[in-house]
T-cell receptor, first 111, second 116 residues
């Protein structure tokens, strides 16, 4: 199993550009989440999903969209990038009350 | 709603000394508690978790934590640290909905720096 994979690893955007951060898992996990990590603020939940077709907002959802058309994939879309969205983004997945596994992260810089 | 506070942003310690990383949580319902570790430029990996049962939980790499309901704490301890334990440590909490995909909420993180 590849576990949780994220692409790209690094990305530089200009203010106002849009992009999609990809996340995939091959463990047949029901639950998937997106977090952002900023210095001194820990990980903050952006959006999460409890299954295909079902998504919900986390702590900091503004400026981000998600969809879950398959069990495996959970892309995160930035509609119009802002410098405040400069961060490291982590995708995670789990099943039931099992361990939550994290991807390697995507570093995003918005100029 | 649940929340978690890590009381120390940085903890410097000498090699082979004991260490305690402090975590307090807030919740009006029963909780599940976790400690994760993040090595430089990597993702997070689970150290240990408390779901139910014994309040003393043992994890990987010699770490353990104790769930204290009366003090709403879940402090992480290791009796003797190594240089390789240098990393950032995150405490996380979830409510009873964790079984059905409930949110996992993280603290601000504690940077453990082990010096020779």
């Amino acid at each position: 199993n590849a576990g949780v994979t994220q692409t790209p690893k690094f990305q530089v955007l200009k203010t106002g550009q849009s992009m999609t951060l990809q996340c995939a898992q091959d463990m047949n996990h029901e639950y998937m989440s997106w977090y952002r990590q900023d210095p001194g603020m820990g990980l903050r939940l952006i959006h999460y999903s409890v299954g295909a077709g079902i998504t919900d907002q986390g702590e900091v959802p503004n400026g981000y969209n998600v969809s879950r058309s398959t069990t495996e994939d959970f892309p995160l879309r930035l509609l119009s990038a802002a410098p405040s969205q400069t961060s490291v983004y982590f995708c995670a997945s789990r099943i039931g009350r099992g361990t939550q596994y994290f991807g390697p992260g995507t570093r995003l810089l918005v100029l | 709603a649940q929340s978690v506070t890590q009381l120390d942003s940085q903890v410097p310690v000498f090699e082979e000394a004991p260490v305690e990383l402090r975590c307090n949580y807030s919740s009006s319902v029963s909780v599940y508690l976790f400690w994760y570790v993040q090595y430089p430029n990597q993702g997070l990996q689970l150290l240990l978790k408390y779901l139910s049962g014994s309040t003393l939980v043992k994890g990987i790499n010699g770490f353990e934590a104790e769930f204290n309901k009366s003090q709403t704490s879940f402090h992480l301890r290791k009796p003797s640290v190594h240089i390789s334990d240098t990393a950032e440590y995150f405490c996380a909490v979830s409510g009873p909905q964790y079984n059905q995909g409930g949110k996992l909420i993280f603290g601000q993180g504690t940077e453990l720096s082990v010096k020779p």
